[in-house]
């Protein structure tokens, strides 16, 4: 049971690239979301599901898309990369009727130049 | 979802008790009070959260006020592994309502 995993760990772009934020759970959690700290900051919500096909915005969506297409994945597309994305984004995923409990993935470090 | 308002940074002594208040003056009658914490550089971590009764787990114990408007986590033997940033953060009881975090109380545990 690995919980909740996001890849790639660090990654370096360039202003206008796009990529693409995994987020994979096996908890079977019909609920997950994207969440970005930017240094000495707290998080910030970019987007949520509450299940496959059912996505919502967050705070600070502009900018990234999502899909969901299955329950297990999330992933985060950045369309067109700005340095002003630097920052490390976190996936969560919580399970249950009124899902009180998040779980956090590691993190996925970006740096754009 | 109601405000909430934390201490920027404590520091609490190795071993002892460690007492985090959080103000929630506009909290509503079906708002949780919930608290995370996120250790250097790692995800944020679930501790703790409550509706009205105190609640104790084997991380952390939660009092809130009768009135709910604020709430103090306590860690009741702190250890260095404890130094984080402690959130805490009122959210609806619907289990579709996303986390909203603050800034936090960055906790020093100190030797």
């Known amino acids: 049971n690995a919980g909740v995993t996001q890849t790639p760990k660090f990654q370096v772009l360039k202003t206008g690239q796009s990529m693409t934020l995994q987020c994979a759970q096996d908890?079977?959690?019909?609920?997950m979301s994207w969440y970005r700290q930017d240094p000495g900051m707290g998080l910030r919500l970019i987007h949520y599901s509450v299940g496959a096909g059912i996505t919502d915005q967050g705070e600070v969506p502009n900018g990234y898309n999502v899909s969901r297409s299955t329950t297990e994945d999330f992933p985060l597309r950045l369309l067109s990369a700005a340095p002003s994305q630097t920052s490390v984004y976190f996936c969560?995923?919580?399970?249950?009727?009124?899902?009180?409990?998040?779980?956090f993935g590691p993190g996925t470090r970006l740096l754009v130049l | 979802d109601a405000k909430t308002t934390q201490p920027t940074s404590m520091d609490c002594a190795e071993g002892r008790a460690a007492n985090l208040p959080c103000n929630h003056s506009t909290i509503s009658g079906n708002e949780y009070v919930y608290w995370y914490r996120q250790i250097h550089s790692q995800g944020p971590q679930y501790i703790i959260h409550?509706?009205?009764n105190n609640e104790t787990n084997e991380m952390a114990s939660l009092i809130i006020t009768e009135d709910r408007k604020s709430s103090t986590l306590i860690l009741p033997h702190a250890t260095l592994r404890d130094t984080a940033v402690y959130y805490c953060?009122?959210?609806?009881?619907?289990?579709?309502?996303?986390?909203?975090f603050g800034k936090g109380t960055r906790l020093s545990v100190i030797a």
């Open positions: 908890m079977n959690h019909e609920y």
């Open positions: 953060i009122v959210r609806l009881t619907s289990g579709n309502t996303p986390l909203v």
């Open positions: 409550g509706l009205k």
């Open positions: 969560a995923t919580s399970g249950g009727a009124l899902r009180t409990t998040q779980y």
